[in-house]
Nanobody
Framework: QVQLVESGGGLVQPGGSLRLSCAAS????????MGWYRQAPGKQRELVAA???????NYADSVKGRFTISRDNAKNTVYLQMNCLKLEDTAVYYC???????????????WGQGTQVTVSS
């Protein structure tokens, strides 16, 4: 029904920047909230940033002031601009979206496969 495809991950030095993208496709009626989660080795998956359909945003305390989440509703895409990257930002980053489809007009939580972000000197 719905596919989320992340891109933009990679290897970057501390202090560098990366821009993640997540494009949703399928029988989409509407997308409500979208967000980014991450899971570092040995840790639980945690919310990094989220954005509502109205543009309200929330960030984990650890990334406030460094990361910016945005979305392009026309493209069904959410972005995560990551600046001033730190070693502790290393993780697999997962895209999440609350999507209502034409076949099921009730919001449902969808996940991407994840993209690796490695911050290393």
């Amino acid at each position: 029904q719905v596919q989320l495809v992340e891109s933009g991950g990679g290897l970057v030095q501390p202090g560098g920047s990366l821009r993640l993208s997540c494009a949703a496709s399928g029988s989409i009626c509407s997308i409500n909230a979208m967000g980014w989660y991450r899971q570092a080795p040995g840790k639980q998956r945690e919310l990094v940033a989220a954005i509502t359909s109205g543009g309200s945003t929330n960030y984990a305390d650890s990334v406030k002031g460094r990361f910016t989440i945005s979305r392009d509703n026309a493209k069904n895409t959410v972005y995560l601009q990551m600046n001033c990257l730190k070693l502790e930002d290393t993780a697999v980053y997962y895209c999440n979206a609350d999507v209502a489809t034409w076949g099921r007009r009730v919001g449902y939580d969808y996940w991407g496969q994840g993209t690796q972000v490695t911050v290393s000197s």
